[in-house]
């Protein structure tokens, strides 16, 4: 029997495998519905072909065709996270040079090196105090902890003091320009009744 060769194995790899570099930015639960070659936008506004997918031209409305790109306003990535816990981010965030995901999954094409900073969850069969903690930190994934709420609110605080500050320096800077205009129009009536005068 005879081996096949790598060049009779190279054309089917190609047919086999066409999208593996499109699918950026796509959920695992969503790469069957990418599989076909004629995809429908999610909204049904209307369809297009695998070689479409992550062009950079926005053809359905809702993002479907460009999870992995910045070309439509509606669209979402999927950050993978790989230790973390996955996320969705509007894709204007990607490849703008900045590291929204964690992992860097979002910069593919941007030129930059983003270091994992993802946290890094560790199981160590035989600890019950380890394993435990182990469970912990993954319900944390899930759902924010006190702390992580902590910050967010200490946060908002501070944006809302910020706010409150400019809300105060444009409503002081109004009644000078209400002032200033009040002594602009004082000032000429006094012109006028002393030319009256003389």
Do not use: W
Not at 9 to 29: E, N, Y
Not at 80 to 85: L, Q, V
Not at 142 to 156: F, G, T, V, W
């Amino acid at each position: 029997m005879e081996t096949p060769s790598l060049l009779s194995i190279a054309p089917f790899f190609f047919l086999v495998f066409p999208f593996v570099s499109s699918l950026h930015g796509v959920a695992p639960q969503d790469e069957k519905y990418f599989a076909s070659a004629v995809i429908q936008c999610r909204d049904g506004s209307g369809t297009f072909t695998r070689d479409r997918l992550n062009d950079g031209f926005c053809d359905c409305p809702d993002g479907t065709d460009e999870p992995g790109t910045s070309a439509c306003p509606e669209g979402k990535f999927y950050c993978k996270n790989h230790g973390d816990s996955p996320r969705f981010l509007f894709s204007s965030f990607v490849n703008d040079r900045i590291c929204d995901c964690c992992d860097g999954s979002d910069e593919y094409e941007s030129g930059i090196n983003c270091p994992n900073t993802c946290k890094k969850i560790e199981f160590i069969p035989g600890n019950e105090k380890n394993n435990h903690v182990s469970k912990d930190l993954n319900s944390d994934l899930a759902l924010p902890n006190k702390h992580q709420l902590d910050i967010e609110m200490d946060d908002l605080f501070h944006k809302l003091t910020g706010l409150r500050i400019a809300v105060i320096l444009e409503f002081g800077i109004l009644i000078c320009i209400v002032g200033f205009c009040f002594f602009l129009r004082r000032t000429r009536t006094r012109r006028r009744r002393y030319s009256l005068k003389y």
